[in-house]
């Protein structure tokens, strides 16, 4: 068969357009995928290991570990939500240590009610002090989850599952599909159930190993682009060799909240700290102080003195939410001095090594019982602690902003920092400012002025 010029032309146009529309979907795909990825935790995940123990006359037993393998992502209050889709017509007759949220229309079942007939059940895990015949081991913690740095046996959480309707052999049990996970709001991704080797547990007093008779894996992770399309937290900056303070740039965390925020005299405030006394696990909607960044938290690096070998920065976290208290809190902050931290005052720290060579990342949290619970909104609504760090003489300079960190992360949500050319400008004598005592004397000076700023910005 022949086609005439017009024919080709117009195919070889077709096949162009077909190219550009496959190359669009790839890029989409890597993108997708590379959203998901975080460089300074690229292994880390929370993985949902589903383990049976035993079977019954029309199901099994099991047993459903919650690990959080993110170096410094926390699962906040009110926790994680587990859902999944069933691969038949499966049903939950029993569950210790967690609940369904919704039993659905079991009105089949005449003599024993399961606790829940949905075909695609959530579950959430159990409130601190639930009776004790309804605790299973490493539940009922509300589903707060600790980041696998800051405390790994906080880390991970369990329930026992009893199905029913299910097949009672390793052949005729199917996995669930469609897993979703909450921590608590969105921008979590998980992939599919996959059989792995079956898992090997010890029993409460070490000395013998039970095998699950069957195990499989889920795999999530998290994503700030589907969590949320603005930031949530935001830095400024200032230093002892400047006079001029760098905010947060305005609408750092977006400007939709401008008709929701409060000032600090506002009536409802008032009416808020009355509904405070009722208890609810429920998280309650934001309500931020009126502010020209609108973040939730705000992060302030000072560099606060400059000795022969070694200099010193003030770190100050600001919560502006007047409802929500950050338990379990982390900073993660990147800065090529973190190599020589000398001494932290306050927090505790730790050094983040995703690429072992390179050692510019750290973790940041509080003392436990002192400062690892930053407060609603408030004179009590903010942490602050110093570090000393020896300086790298080959590569130390205060010049072109050398001293401030390149990223910043509050509870593994990336910080907007304010753009290079507004930060504090440094004079032209200040590469012989060494500590003295006119040095000293200016220093206490601005750290009157610093804490002046922590409640003016």
Known sequence: MEFDNGDKRRRSCEFRELKVVILAA????????????????????????????????????????????????????PGWTIGWTWAKKEIIWTVMGAQATEQGDCSKFKLKIPHSCKRNPQVVDLMP??????????????????????????AVSAFQI??????????????????????????????????????????????????????????????????????????????????????????????????????????????????????????????????????????????????????RVKIAIINFDYRLNYTLWNLVIQHPNLNNVTQVYSFEYMPLLPYEAINDTGMFYGLKYYNDLLMENGPKGNVQSEILMKKDKNTFTLKHGWAFPRRVYFNGEECMLPPP???PFLPNSAHRLLISASSIVASTIFASFFHLVMILL
């Open 26 to 77: 790839i890029c989409f795909m890597i993108l997708s995928q590379a959203d998901a990825f975080d460089p300074l935790d690229p292994t880390g995940n929370v993985t949902i290991r589903w383990d049976i123990m035993s079977w019954t006359t029309d199901g099994y037993m099991a047993t459903v570990t919650v690990f959080n393998f993110q170096q410094y992502r926390t699962i906040m209050n």
């Open 129 to 154: 002090g639930a009776p004790f015949n309804m605790q299973f081991n490493n539940c009922c913690k509300g589903g707060v989850l600790t980041s696998w740095g800051q405390d790994p046996s906080g």
């Open 162 to 311: 009893g199905v029913g309707l299910s097949g009672t052999s390793n052949k005729t049990v199917k996995l669930p599909k469609n897993f979703k996970l909450l921590g608590p709001g969105p921008g979590y991704s998980c992939g599919p159930a996959k059989l792995v080797p079956a898992t090997v547990i010890p029993t409460d007093d070490r000395r013998r190993k039970a095998q699950a008779l069957m195990s499989w894996n889920v795999t999530c992770t998290y994503s700030q682009f589907l969590a949320s399309k603005n930031p949530s937290c935001c830095v400024s900056l200032s230093s002892f060799y400047s006079d001029k303070v760098t905010a947060c740039p305005t609408c750092a965390c977006g400007c939709q909240n401008n008709d929701t925020c409060v000032t600090k005299d506002s009536k409802l405030l008032q009416e808020d700290e009355r509904v405070k006394t009722k208890k609810s696990d429920m998280t309650p909607k934001p309500l931020l102080q009126c502010t020209h960044h609108l973040c939730h938290v705000r992060v302030h690096w000072h560099i606060k003195d400059n000795y022969q070998d070694y200099w």
């Open 421 to 423: 050319d507004s930060y």
